[in-house]
């Protein structure tokens, strides 16, 4: 399937990830991991402005009220306002040099989930998490494990179903979703991917013989799973039974995660990395790293807001 794609601003990141629309504002928000930065700009107008994190930021969210919730390496934090102070939320149980947050979002009930990356990637140490403040406490809780690197996370439009993605085994999860107590049931297998072949290089981006591996993900309205396929320049739309598909091509070898957003939820954002590409890539390919937006027929979901309880 061929969309018109164009970058959304001027510059790019180093590796940008979790993208979301404000629909308040009118901004699109995401991150530069390694950078250590949040984003935020207008992809009218195409300005953009960045905001330094003491640590890699792995997602964010927005807060009901204002300001972020922001998932970095060694805890979940809240900022009040664009550039406040950081106030931590939550740590958790890993090893902060050797784990960090990824990939994340909040459900439709205001929990922020967010899941770890174990960064030497030589056993299956990464876990999903989800943080809960309705109640006025920070209330969290261990709902997934068995990963290297948690991307993914996402829910249908009817909250039935709850999806987590492990990029390394090229394996999106889905379960059951119980979305009063948060329970994850019935685990199975949503889309098993075939790993990369034996000799695969960069310069075989786009070619039939490797079409990557699952990184972020969006819904559309119709319950399509919207999943960027890392190393495979394209998107890959699943349909909910997890068998029908139409490939999207990208003019980047890495897109990290799509959103939806503009005031009527057609515009689809995708962040895209460079990090560790050859020369030769990046000359093939120089819109890597940058934000790239494209109009398409149907909508998407709205973000899903941090609900930070009775104090606001």
Same mark, same amino acid.
């Given at each position: 399937?061929?969309?018109? @794609? ?11 990830? $979790? ?15 390694? %950078? ?9 107008? /195409? ?7 003491? $640590? #890699? ?9 204002? =300001? ?6 060694? =805890? ?21 040099? *050797? ?27 990464? #876990? ?26 996402? @829910? ?7 999806? @987590? $993605? ?8 889905? @379960?059951?979703?119980? $979305? ?13 991917? +075939? ?27 119709? /319950? ?6 890392? #190393? /495979? ?5 699943? !349909?909910? !039974?997890?068998?029908?598909? *139409?490939?999207?091509?990208?003019? %980047? %070898? ?25 020369? +030769? ?7 890597? =790293?940058?934000?790239?937006? +494209? ?15 009775? +104090?606001?």
């Amino acid at each position: 399937m061929q969309i018109s @794609w164009t970058p959304a601003f001027d510059t790019p990141e180093i590796l940008g990830e $979790s993208p979301f629309w404000h629909p308040a504002e009118r901004l699109l928000y995401w991150v530069d991991i390694p %950078a250590r930065r949040l984003l935020r700009g207008n992809p009218e107008t /195409g300005s953009k402005e960045g905001w330094n994190m003491p $640590s #890699e930021p792995g997602c964010i969210a927005p807060i009901r009220g204002g =300001g972020l919730v922001i998932a970095l390496r060694d =805890g979940v934090y809240r900022a009040r306002t664009w550039g406040g102070d950081l106030t931590l939320l939550a740590r958790f149980p890993h090893d902060p040099a *050797t784990t960090r947050f990824n990939d994340g979002k909040c459900d439709s009930l205001g929990r922020f989930w967010a899941g770890t990356l174990y960064e030497p990637r030589d056993k299956r140490a990464a #876990e999903l998490w989800c943080i809960d403040m309705r109640s006025g406490k920070v209330e969290i809780g261990l709902k997934a494990g068995n990963a290297t690197t948690a991307n993914g996370v996402l @829910w249908t439009p009817d909250d039935r179903t709850a999806f @987590w $993605s492990d990029t390394p085994r090229h394996r999106i999860h889905a @379960w059951d979703f119980e $979305s009063g107590p948060a329970v994850l049931r019935h685990h199975r297998v949503f889309r098993q991917f +075939a790993p990369k072949p034996e000799g695969w290089t960069a310069e075989d981006v786009g070619s039939d013989s490797y079409g990557g591996r699952p990184d972020g993900a969006a819904m559309d309205s119709e /319950g399509r799973y919207h999943c960027a396929m890392f #190393e /495979g320049a394209r998107l890959l739309r699943i !349909d909910a !039974d997890g068998v029908g598909e *139409t490939s999207i091509a990208l003019p %980047a %070898a890495c897109p990290t995660m799509p959103c939806f957003g503009g005031d009527d939820l057609r515009t689809l954002f995708v962040t895209t990395g460079r990090e560790k590409r050859s020369d +030769a890539e990046i000359a093939r390919m120089p819109w890597s =790293g940058r934000v790239l937006k +494209a109009r398409v027929d149907v909508p998407g979901l709205p973000v899903n807001f941090f609900d930070p309880g009775p +104090a606001g």
